[in-house]
């Protein structure tokens, strides 16, 4: 799966928001689900775990193996909902300039 999202924010500012607690619960669990605990600690080789609670505890587990600040994150992330299944992430940061015109060509 490849997914692209453009964001109007200075790359350590989103790259910020992958390693926060604060920053990560919001968006980890969706609906009624919340976030009790996410304790993220990204150092090369580091260990994760992300409680998501809903009608019942979702534990997602990972470990750091690539991080190039305001750059590059590679994660391996695992869930309890699917058996422990490992997949590896990666999150690319990179920098656009949009240009913006009215009619004609460029």
Same mark, same amino acid.
């Given at each position: 799966?490849?997914?692209? +999202? !453009?964001?109007? *924010?200075? /790359?350590? +500012?989103? #790259? @910020?928001?992958?390693?926060?607690?604060? #920053?990560?619960?919001?968006?980890? *669990?969706?609906? $009624?689900?919340? %976030?009790?605990?996410?304790? %993220?600690?990204? +150092?090369?080789?580091?260990?994760?775990?992300?409680?998501?609670?809903?009608?019942?505890?979702?534990?997602? /587990?990972?470990?750091?193996?690539?991080? %190039?600040?305001?750059?590059? !994150? %590679? #994660?391996? +992330? =695992? =869930?309890? $909902?699917?058996? &422990? /299944? @490992?997949?590896?992430?990666?999150?690319? &940061?990179?920098?656009?300039? *949009?240009?913006?015109?009215?009619?004609? /060509?460029?």
């Amino acid at each position: 799966m490849h997914l692209v +999202r !453009l964001m109007p *924010a200075p /790359r350590a +500012r989103v #790259f @910020e928001t992958w390693w926060e607690p604060d #920053f990560i619960k919001p968006w980890v *669990a969706s609906g $009624a689900m919340t %976030v009790p605990a996410a304790p %993220v600690d990204f +150092r090369l080789g580091s260990l994760d775990e992300i409680h998501m609670q809903g009608d019942e505890l979702f534990v997602t /587990r990972g470990e750091s193996r690539e991080i %190039v600040p305001d750059e590059k !994150l %590679v #994660f391996t +992330r =695992c =869930c309890s $909902a699917f058996d &422990l /299944r @490992e997949a590896l992430a990666t999150i690319s &940061l990179k920098a656009f300039i *949009a240009v913006a015109w009215k009619g004609g /060509r460029m």
